[in-house]
């Protein structure tokens, strides 16, 4: 079964990616200042790389998590009688609300940063930067998702689900989609629009140390670090530092020298 349901996630992965390439291609919001071709390349590259090492995490802890957990009937949801529904609401509101957290962690926290930063080293932003994290801050979080399936007691088909609604938010938050003023300003007082999180990859500290919501908008409202920067401010992306966007070595070694 979790051979099907992760087979299923990727097929979703690679479904929704090339939707968004596709209508970025046709609504941009802002004109690429690198080549399409170079960055979809370089984080392609990024990707599949991190996907052959990230099998061994996910084969090692994440999947004996969700086993272990499941069969034990381990963790706050799988010990209560709550009915399937209650269990997947309750499961995708807990999730989204700790990577709030673990993102804002990300930010805060010295160690972490680190390895966010590789990230945020993107001078734009498109679909393909939801492709570009460092591989470490990838094993760090899928360590922080067995804590969670642990504490939350997930069950398996729900953990999968929300893996696949979480990558394609992540998707559609960093392309290059332009969308109307009344259409943007709906949507986002639900869910992460890529205006929203273009605030977030600002070279201005306010707003990028701000914004950190996944998913759901309400995080960044209850806990006060929803900050809207200006036009401006959201052409100029990435980090002080502009000339490791590119390179393989660069970025891999990138935590390794600050
Ligand atoms: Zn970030
Ligand atoms: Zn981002």
């Known amino acids: 079964m979790i051979e099907l349901l992760t087979n299923l996630k990727l097929i979703f992965f690679v ?17 690429w200042s690198s080549g399409r071709i170079i960055r979809l390349g370089f984080h392609g590259l990024i990707a599949l790389i991190n ?69 945020h080293l993107d001078t734009h932003l498109d679909v393909t930067t939801s492709l570009r994290f460092h591989i470490g801050e990838l094993i760090f979080s899928s ?23 979480l990558s394609a938010c992540n998707q559609f938050h960093h392309s290059n989609i332009r969308l109307s003023e009344k259409f943007n300003l709906v949507l986002e007082k639900f869910i992460v629009t890529p205006k929203y999180h273009t605030n ?26 929803y900050i809207d920067a200006t036009k401006t401010e959201r052409e100029y992306l990435g980090l002080d530092d502009r ?3 590119f390179g393989l070595i660069n970025n891999i070694k990138h935590p390794f020298i600050q």
Not at 15 to 31: A, C, D, G, T
Not at 200 to 220: G, P, Q
Request: aromatic content about 18%; glycine content about 2%.
């Open 243 to 245: 000339d490791k966007e």
């Open 143 to 165: 360590m922080f998702k067995v804590i969670l399936i642990f504490i939350i007691g997930i069950p398996i088909s729900i953990f999968i689900f929300y893996e696949i609604i």
């Open 200 to 225: 977030h990859h600002t070279v201005k500290k306010a707003s990028r140390e701000a914004n950190y919501s996944s998913i759901l908008t309400i995080w960044d409202k209850i806990f006060f670090t």
């Open 15 to 31: 479904m929704f990616f090339f939707l968004m390439l596709i209508i970025e291609s046709y609504y941009p919001e802002r004109k």
């Open 51 to 119: 996907t052959l090492i990230m099998r061994v995490p996910t084969l090692f802890l994440v999947v004996p998590a969700l086993l272990i957990t499941n069969e034990n009937k381990y963790g706050l949801l799988n010990s209560s009688e709550y009915n399937f529904m209650t269990k997947a609401l309750l499961s995708l509101l807990l999730l989204d609300l700790a990577f709030y957290w673990w993102h804002r962690i990300n930010h805060t926290v010295g160690f972490f940063w680190r390895f966010h930063s590789v990230h």
